[in-house]
């Protein structure tokens, strides 16, 4: 069964950092497209940032962008998030996921929308306090 497992998450104050894990079990992640989503309360799940295992290529929400950083390690079948300088706004549930089929969901400028993604971890969540 392919499923992702999501650890990492927790309080922090603004200006914080947190390094969100993302393992994979029951498939490997090489040439695959790994994304990262985030629910806060009362809102959508919003796309933050994918890697494609592919070709490499990075993306990331404007909202995000150069404060997370994605990886990851093949070795360890993980994609990892890395997030400095976190804010109030950032507080939501993390998941990661997996598209059904490997197309143009992950690209340098667009992330593709959530209901292409069939394989989901239960998520963990961030709070980050004033």
């Known amino acids: 069964q392919e499923r992702f497992v999501e650890s990492g998450g927790g309080l922090v104050q603004s200006g914080g950092s947190l390094r969100l894990s993302c393992a994979a079990s029951?498939?490997?992640?090489?040439?695959?497209?790994v994304a990262w989503f985030r629910q806060a309360p009362g809102k959508g799940r919003e796309g933050v940032s994918c890697?494609?295992?592919?070709?490499?290529?990075?993306y990331y929400a404007d909202s995000v962008k150069d404060r997370f950083t994605i990886s990851r390690d093949k070795s360890k079948n993980t994609v990892y998030l890395q997030m400095n300088d976190l804010k109030p706004e950032d507080t939501a549930a993390y998941y990661c996921?997996?598209?059904?089929?490997?197309?143009?969901?992950?690209?340098?400028?667009?992330?593709?929308?959530?209901?292409?993604?069939?394989?989901w971890g239960q998520g963990t969540q961030v709070t980050v306090s004033e």
């Open positions: 996921a997996k598209p059904r089929d490997y197309g143009m969901w992950c690209t340098e400028t667009w992330l593709g929308p959530q209901n292409e993604f069939d394989t």
């Open positions: 029951g498939f490997t992640l090489d040439r695959k497209i």
């Open positions: 890697v494609n295992g592919r070709d490499g290529i990075i």
